[in-house]
């Protein structure tokens, strides 16, 4: 019996305590990984919320610019040399798919920005800046940009010789390279001012009498040129409306004013012609008309 060994109970205290460390130890890291999405989710949350000074890039962002997204320009997350200029983007075939020049666009090279915002295309604000002289019509032509009217005077000179670029009106009308004679082709009282009514009667051409170019229609130097004015019609125009006619102490006759009045330039200095008078002298010469007898007189 004294040798007799007693068989021992196993100990099992500190296998319990191993197993409970490795099952505490994967949940840690079951719970470590559950909660590994809801972190990147809120990293993720937190780099889109992050405000970007993009005029420290030298393209800042107004208009309709400040509401397109990142990725639509910047592709596949590539910052550098991203377009700057409006036509490397606004064109057909650009790196960025957006809106570009209509075929009715005024035909130009000039950059978008110099005349369209960022807000919109309209209003669209056109700087004359470049033009050629003389190549206006290339635009206005009534289809791409206002051009002439109906009514405007009928010429083939190119609009700035006359127009500025801050407005139709107030045009100065050159007359450089009008044809002698042909001032009523647009003086006819429709396209530019023509004869008054009072005006006199004739058919010769305006720059007979009047200086080309001159704004109040002054006349020439030598005033009106009677040539071509034929003999005896004189009263058509001398009768006192249309010009200067009789005075009420001129010599009552019916004869035409060149029987005595030679000169067309002056009324003084008439001759008048006695032929034909035979008698009735002192209806003239009564010392009013015409000088009459003296006091001496028989």
């Not at 993720?44 to 639509?72: K, M, N, Y």
């Not at 001012?193 to 009498?209: E, F, L």
Request: one cysteine or more; glycine letters at 12%.
């Amino acid at each position: 019996m004294g040798n007799a060994r007693v068989a021992r109970r196993p100990n099992l205290t500190g296998h319990r305590f191993f197993a409970r460390a490795i099952i505490g130890g994967l949940l840690a890291v079951c719970s470590t990984m559950l909660l590994m999405p809801e972190a990147a989710s809120a990293q993720g949350s937190s780099r889109t919320g992050i405000e970007i000074d993009h005029s420290s890039t030298g393209f800042p962002l107004s208009g309709g610019h400040a509401q397109v997204v990142c990725e639509r320009c910047h592709l596949q997350g590539i910052f550098r040399g991203t377009p700057t200029q409006c036509m490397q983007c606004h064109s057909p075939g650009g790196r960025v798919v957006s809106t570009f020049k209509p075929t009715n666009h005024i035909p130009t090279t000039v950059n978008c920005s110099s005349c369209h915002r960022t807000t919109n295309w309209t209003p669209a604000f056109f700087t004359h800046n470049g033009v050629a002289p003389g190549t206006c019509s290339r635009c206005h032509n009534q289809t791409i940009a206002s051009g002439k009217p109906a009514t405007h005077i009928p010429t083939t000179m190119a609009c700035d010789s006359c127009h500025r670029t801050v407005g139709w009106t107030g045009a100065a009308f050159k007359h450089t390279g009008v044809g002698p004679g042909t001032c009523a082709t647009c003086h006819n009282g429709i396209q530019a001012p023509g004869k008054s009514a009072g005006h006199v009667a004739t058919t010769a051409s305006c720059d007979s009498c009047h200086r080309v170019g001159a704004a109040n229609w002054v006349l020439t130097i030598t005033g009106y040129n009677h040539a071509g004015v034929v003999p005896g019609t004189c009263a058509t125009c001398h009768n006192g409306s249309t010009a200067r006619g009789k005075s009420a102490s001129h010599v009552p006759t019916t004869q035409a004013c060149d029987t005595c009045h030679k000169s067309t330039t002056t009324f003084v200095g008439a001759a008048f012609n006695h032929t034909e008078i035979v008698s009735g002298c002192a209806t003239c010469h009564n010392g009013s008309t015409a000088r009459g007898k003296s006091a001496s007189h028989i």
